[in-house]
C-alpha cells in the first residue's frame, strides 16, 4: 500500500514539473514573437548627408567632364530704350484750350503734320501789338516827312530831322518784332486766328503725350505735350553688377538677343560706363547703342553678352547632370563601393549640343552621373 502511494506521488510530481515546464516554454515563446517587431534605423557614422549608397549603381550612367576652351563672357539684362539725343519735345508758345487732337501716343509721324490745334487769346493780344506798331510807324513817318519840309525851309533845326528818323527807325523796329512774334505763335500777321495749329517738328515716334481733348495748356510751362522720338537708332541700357564691370570696355560690341525674337542676334556698341553705382544693387548702367531696323520697340526686354578677349579653360558636362536645389547647383559623382558623393558646382552658360559650361566644382576628365535627377529621385524615396 505504501508503495503504491509512493508511485502515485512521484507520478504527480513529474506530471507538475511538465505542466510548470510547458508553462515556462510558452511565455519564453510569448516574449520572443513579442521581440519580432520593427527596430530603428541605424545611420552609419561615416556617412555624410551628401553621401549617397545605392544598390546597383548601374543603372545611372556616369559620364566624364570634358575641357572646353572659349573666351569668358558676361550676360547682363537689359532694356530698349530711346536714344534722348533724339527725342524732340513738342512745345505750343501759346497758352489757351486743346481744341483738336490729330495723333496719339505711339503714331509714327513726319516732320511738319499737323499734331494738335490750340485756341488762344493770346494771339488777339499779339495782332493788337502788330496794329499798334503799323499805327505808329505811319505817324512816324509822317512826322518825319514834315521835318524834312520844314527843314528844307529852314523853319526847324537839323535835330528835328533826326529825331524823326529815329522815331521812324524804332516804329519799324515794333512792327518788325510784332510780325516776328505772330509768326511764333503760329499765325499769318495778315491773316490773323486765335486756332493756333501745331506741327511735329521732327519725323519720328510719339513717345510721351501729356494732353487730352479739351485740356488746357500753358506756354512753356509745365509737361511738354507731345515727345517725338527719332527710334532708327536706339539704346539698351543695361545694369552691370560692380564685380563684373572689368568685362566691360568702351567701345567693344556685345550681342544682343531680345526676349521676343529669340533667334535673332543683333550687335551693340557700348556707348557709354555709367560713372556712378547704384548704392542699392551695386550696379552701373552700361549703354549699347543699337541700329533699329524695325523690329526694336521702346521697353523690350534684352539680354546682351559681352565677350572676354582671351580664351579660356572650362570645363563642360551635359546640362542633365546638373541638378539645381535649394537655389545652388550640384552634380553627383560616384566615389566607389556603390556609393555617389554630392558635390556642389557654379553653372556657366548653355553649348551646343545640350552642354553646360562648369566654373568650379569639377575637373576636367572627372566622372559624373548623366542624368542627377533621377538619382536625386532614387535618394528620396
Sequence with gaps: MIRRFDVLLTLVTCLLLFVASCEKAGRAQTKQAADTGPHAAQVEPDMDADHFRVQNPTLFECTRATLHMAAPHLRVTGVVSADVSKQVPVVSLASGRILEIDARLGDTVHKGQLLFKVQSSDVSQAYSDYRKAVSNEQLAKLQLDRAKLLFAHGAVPKSSVDAGENAEA???????????????????????????????????????????????????????????????????????????????????????????????????????????????????KVRLEVENNGILRLGMFATAVFHGLQTERHVSIPASAILHLRDRDWVYTPSGNNTFRRVEVVAGAMLPDNMQEIASGVAPGMQVVKDALVLQNTVEQ
Excluded: M
Excluded at 499769318?188 to 486766328?193: A, C, E, K, V
Excluded at 506741327?199 to 519720328?204: F, I, K, M, T
Excluded at 506756354?219 to 517725338?228: E, I, K
Excluded at 563684373?244 to 535673332?264: F, K, S
Design 170 to 284: 524804332n516804329a519799324l523796329v515794333d512792327i518788325e518784332t510784332a510780325r516776328e512774334h505772330l509768326r511764333i505763335l503760329g499765325t499769318d500777321p495778315d491773316h490773323p486766328t486765335a486756332i493756333i495749329p501745331i506741327y511735329a517738328p521732327v519725323s519720328g515716334v510719339i513717345t510721351d503725350q501729356q494732353i487730352t481733348a479739351a485740356a488746357g495748356i500753358q506756354a512753356l510751362s509745365g509737361p511738354n505735350p507731345f515727345t517725338v522720338s527719332d527710334v532708327s537708332r536706339v539704346w539698351i541700357l543695361c545694369d552691370v553688377y560692380e564685380n563684373d564691370l572689368r568685362q566691360v570696355r568702351l567701345g567693344e560690341y556685345a550681342d544682343i538677343h531680345l526676349n521676343a525674337y529669340p533667334d535673332l542676334n543683333l550687335k551693340g556698341r557700348v556707348g557709354n560706363i555709367g560713372e556712378v553705382l547704384d548704392p542699392a544693387i551695386r550696379s552701373a
